[in-house]
């Protein structure tokens, strides 16, 4: 490694004293949605590494959580001619871009690297269009979590985390009685999305899971088990405050922080916030999986636009190269809340939380109950994302019954299929 670093001036000394021809640096527009502190963090990690390796780098962020308002740019941008280099945009939405001819591939790089060997299959399919890589992982997030305040906890007597729905209800009544509002949470479709989904594995398991929330299987979608899930989500909007309604996720997570709140169900980027805070993982917050059993996958990347032009080209290569590099997946990651994409980064400067996120993926992934998060577009189009999130947030904020709610899913999940 010291030889290499010793070398490489040498080399560059050397095609200036022979005049070699200026390179194309790389320049890179990222469209992204990591405006939050934590995401804020991270995403600077990319942008000096990229700028450090000689990179321009244009920063186009789209505030909005979960990333629907970045989609919605993304549109405009590609039907107006004007694609940005590389764009956050993962799981199937990939697949939909590809077929619309709208993405390059990044193959040379991806084949000269060997993605294929560091990656895990499933993570590589997703990344690949015709059998070439068109975008590239940074992390693997992991949404079936509960944030909670152990200080808030202990105010109301309560020494664990709940490790089923019915320990979680009797914990939240707990602190109900003492005061204190048990659950953080902001009322946007697609954070109403991701308590469901959450609640969806925990009711019914994983093979309910992806029978109802990735095959869309009608039996499922109104069976007793998703009434079930409607019954525990309906109890969760009596452990919410007055004000949750349009909060941004990560003032849902300074509330549990703060001591205003006990518990927060949200995934793992919730860590990145604490994190960047300054909150210590163990002492300050601590976390544990939904009940469930499972792991409720999603996984960032970035995917490549068609855009011409050699600098822009060689930006996009320098980036893929630099996202998949084993130095980049371990800083980023480790402000960021997840997990290296990589399997070959070692663990070992992550905290406990990241340590229990790999060890659960390995397990689930051995039991098969790994799952790919609907709420954050790992599991199914755009447009039947679009029904669950609408049905679920009117439930959430109506009176609507179990029943009605399970049957009008599934009707407008057929609708739009
Ligand atoms: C993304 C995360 C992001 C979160 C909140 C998720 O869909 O995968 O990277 O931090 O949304 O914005």
Redesign the pocket.
Known sequence: MFRYMTFAPLVAAAGLALGAPARAEGTVEVLH??T?GG?AKAVGELKQSFEAAGGTWIDSPIAG???DAAMTALRARVVAGNPPTAVQLKGPGIQEWAELGALADVEGVAAAEGWDGVLPPVLAAIMKSDGRYVAAPVNI?RVDWIWANPEVLARAGIDTMPTTWDEFNAAADKLIAAGITPLAHGGQPWQDATIFENVVLGVGGAEFYRAALVNLDPEALTSPTMVAAFDQLRKMRGYVDANFSGRD?NLATAMVMNGEAAFQIM?D?AKGEFLAAGKVPGKDFVCAPTPGGGFVL?A?SFTFFKVSGEDNIAGQQKLASLIMSPEFQKTFNLAKGSIPARTDVPLDEFDDCAKLSHADLLKATEADTLVPSMA?EMAISRSVRGEFLDLVTEFFNSDMSSEDAAQRLADAVKRAM
């Open positions: 949605w990591w939050s995401e959580g979960g990333g997030h996720w995934g980027w999603n960032d954050h």
